[in-house]
């Protein structure tokens, strides 16, 4: 980007200000080597910037570029049969035990090249790029085995070149146990899964490693072994906890100081201040909650109260979570979990960068990446009021 003075706009920093949005009305951005050199209001832009060339913005609303802190956007196939189960009254754990859910994903997944993999992921990423979103994490998952896995990251490593959008990647050989392991979780583990991860590393694959600790997943002690090995590797952790049961995962990851555990349905107190003491962000993905048609909210008043930061993401996915709009989602976190639009614009934008370990981003504010979305809406609200209506004008980067 040029060096420039952005005026005229409301500026929707995101920053935790004392102001709600950290919204300055009447807002400017100085941009300087590619980076924010000032934010504030335009009539107060300092005297060493004003000879920047100038783009009025017309009054309308900037904020930080959208963050998708969470998608399984990679992977073969789909799952529409398994929509019209649970429209019949299959639950999730039953379409998993009759080797349905991420298992069924595995083997188109398994049949795909890496090549097909991006060619099926692009347009799902496209939806995304064009609602303002510039930084997508992609995780592996859908192999369950070290080929695959690999894969799945390599496609997620092409796409960052093919689009205009920063790719993290989250090595998850810990999402489900395959058929020809059932029975055997552990082994799994030790011959399959931290294996692929040495592998993923070493070909600089990885820049997070997760897991699904759940009752029809991996126990605490499984993915334990897998977060050791990421610690050795000096990979931070993140882990899809308390979806379905409470399981105490969250606390897991937390004592690993975990970047993010994600869902939480079910969490409890206790493991809410562990996050809280640890600085692990909750990722709220309403999008399965209602694809799933779940009735357990997560505890978002326990966050608030006692301090744990708040992401919400698609969990774009071919089963539980269809959905490529970061824009339907955060008015699902209002409608659905009662966020406030605040909370869900922090949320896929400050916040999200924490649980992606990005300190760069996230805000609009001094020394930080001039990566910005303009929107044709008057308030920020409106982001997350609208249903169905994408009013970005443009990803000024």
Known sequence: MKDQQLTNAVVASCDNSATEYGLIENGAVVVKNNTVAWCGNSDDIPEQFRSLPTRDLNGHLLTPSLIDCHTHIVHGGHRAAEFEQRLQGASYAEISAAGGGIVSTMSATRAASVDDLVES??????????????????????????TTELNMLRAARKIGTLRPVIVKTSFLGAHAVPADYKGRADEYIDTVCIPA????????????????????????TQIKRVFEKAKNLGLPVKLHAEQLTLSDGAKLAASYNALSADHLEYLDEAGVKAMAAAGTAAVLLPGAFYTLRETQHPPVDLFRKHGVPIAIATDCNPGSSPVASLLLIMNMACTLFRLTPEESLSGVTRVAAQALGLS????????????FALWNVAHPAELSYRVGFNPLLERIV
């Open 197 to 220: 991860l040495e592998l993923a590393h070493s070909e600089s694959l990885v820049d997070a490693v997760d897991g699904f600790c759940e009752s029809i997943a991996f126990d605490t």
């Open 121 to 146: 992921a692009l347009p799902r990423v496209d939806a995304l790029v064009a609602e303002g979103v510039s930084v997508i994490e992609i995780k592996s998952g859908y192999g369950l085995d070290s």
């Open 360 to 371: 760069d981003r996230g805000i609009i504010a001094q020394g930080k990446q001039a990566d």
